[in-house]
């Protein structure tokens, strides 16, 4: 039963909005550091956001520095992000990665590393 659970995406056109939930079901986000990754198609695995665990500093890719936010909320014990101002190269899957033993700054440049939970993944489509 332990999982990251994400709810959220869909299609959007550009310059709309979206919100992405990472929810955990049992265990505890508070210890964990939690991360955005996406994949579009050809593309590489790239981390877009991510928050520590204990001082929630936070890293955001330069391509959606501005544009994206990610926060947690430790009583729903569930990790958001924000995308405004979506463009139609944000298009891609986009899962929630969490790992207690990383700080955001370590965890959002390595994108293929196995961490402890992975969420299922969401679709995100950006298009006029």
């Known amino acids: 039963q332990l999982q990251l659970v994400q709810s959220g995406g869909g299609l959007v056109q550009p310059g709309g909005s979206l919100r992405l939930s990472c929810a955990a079901s049992g265990f505890t986000l508070d210890y964990y550091a939690i991360g955005w990754f996406r994949q579009a198609p050809g593309k590489e695995r790239e981390g877009v956001s991510c928050?520590?665990?204990?001082?929630?500093?936070?890293y955001y890719a330069d391509s959606v520095k501005g544009r994206f936010t990610i926060s947690r909320d430790n009583a729903k014990n569930t990790v958001y992000l924000q995308m405004n101002s979506l463009k139609t190269e944000d298009t891609a899957i986009y899962s929630c990665?969490?790992?207690?033993?990383?700080?955001?700054?370590?965890?959002?440049?390595?994108?293929?590393?196995?961490?402890?939970?992975w969420g299922q993944g969401t679709q995100v489509t950006v298009t006029s």
């Open positions: 928050i520590s665990s204990r001082d929630d500093s936070t």
């Open positions: 990665a969490a790992d207690s033993f990383i700080t955001a700054q370590a965890m959002c440049p390595v994108p293929n590393m196995k961490y402890d939970y």
